[in-house]
């Protein structure tokens, strides 16, 4: 029995080991919103070690990429198609730069022929909250992983 028991202890230790190295803290999600009055189509946005084609997006839709991998960047490339005005690019400098350990949203908002991009707190309004870090008010906590089976 006791020989049981330690190769299920040693079995725990091991998919603890590796549920542990494959659980990362989500530190931000980007939102590319359409703020202008016509479909943005061929949404891609790109920086270095990151490059996402975001697909279209209507007046007031928004689309989103879950925690990239990439540290957010002080700048990037935001480029779309707009039916009036054809294919279009814009260099756009986040602002504020990110400060150290951010956790929230990475907003981009296409406007017609430009774009722009700020940081937001992680709280219920995302990128629909007033335009300024740190916030106000505490961040939502993140979920915990689960506990393992004893």
Same mark, same amino acid.
């Given at each position: +029995?006791?020989?049981?028991?330690?190769?299920? /202890?040693?079995?725990? +230790?091991?998919?603890?080991? *590796?549920?542990?190295?494959?659980?990362?803290?989500? @530190?931000?999600?980007?939102?590319?919103?359409? /703020?202008?009055?016509?479909?943005?189509?061929?949404?891609?946005?790109?920086?270095?070690?990151?490059?996402?084609?975001?697909?279209?997006?209507?007046?007031?839709?928004?689309?989103?990429?879950?925690? &990239?991998?990439?540290?957010?960047?002080?700048?990037? #490339? *935001?480029?779309?198609?707009?039916? #009036? +005005?054809?294919?279009?690019?814009?260099?756009?400098?986040?602002?504020?730069?990110?400060?150290?350990?951010?956790?929230?949203?990475?907003?981009?908002?296409?406007?017609? @022929?430009?774009?722009?991009?700020?940081?937001?707190?992680?709280?219920?309004?995302?990128?629909?909250?007033?335009?300024?870090?740190?916030?106000?008010?505490? &961040?939502? &906590?993140?979920?915990?992983?689960?506990?393992?089976?004893?």
């Amino acid at each position: +029995m006791r020989g049981l028991l330690g190769q299920l /202890a040693g079995l725990a +230790m091991i998919l603890a080991a *590796v549920l542990g190295a494959c659980h990362r803290q989500l @530190t931000y999600l980007i939102v590319v919103r359409n /703020a202008g009055k016509e479909i943005a189509a061929d949404i891609s946005v790109g920086f270095p070690k990151f490059s996402f084609e975001f697909g279209s997006a209507g007046p007031g839709i928004g689309r989103s990429y879950l925690d &990239p991998t990439a540290p957010i960047p002080k700048s990037l #490339t *935001v480029r779309w198609t707009s039916e #009036t +005005m054809g294919s279009l690019r814009s260099e756009v400098r986040i602002v504020p730069e990110p400060p150290p350990g951010f956790s929230g949203f990475l907003c981009i908002e296409i406007k017609d @022929t430009i774009a722009s991009a700020y940081l937001a707190p992680r709280t219920i309004e995302g990128c629909e909250a007033p335009r300024s870090y740190p916030p106000a008010h505490p &961040p939502l &906590p993140l979920p915990l992983p689960l506990p393992l089976p004893q």
